[in-house]
């Protein structure tokens, strides 16, 4: 089970995208995006349905670690359980072009 999303002054939800399912013992390409306005998450290349339009302006700061692969700080029972490689974070906002160029990069397939 895969999900995430950020936390701003408009919504402070952290699951935006949440249940969402992807094949087990096989490659999968992840990213998510937020440009203050609007935020996506592509599985394998494809835009997820989720609450895109959920946050506004800019993330808040908290005193806590970012995590990947934990579903946030205390939630010692909550992991993802396989390989994280390749984790990328950008300085600025992929469109869906960039992310396609990415996958078709990385793809095994």
Request: charged content about 20%; aromatic content about 10%; overall charge negative.
């Amino acid at each position: 089970m895969l999900g995430g999303g950020v936390v701003t002054s408009d919504d402070r939800a952290t699951w935006n995208y949440v249940n969402l399912v992807a094949a087990n013992q096989v490659w999968h390409h992840v990213v998510m995006t937020y440009d203050g306005e609007s935020l996506k998450y592509y599985l394998d290349n494809v835009q997820q349905e989720g609450e895109d339009d959920c946050c506004h302006g800019d993330m808040l700061v908290k005193n806590t670690p970012l995590t990947i692969g934990q579903a946030g700080v205390g939630k010692s029972n909550e992991y993802f359980y396989g390989l994280i490689d390749e984790v990328v974070i950008f300085s600025k906002v992929l469109s869906a072009d960039d992310v396609s160029i990415i996958f078709n990069k990385l793809s095994p397939q």
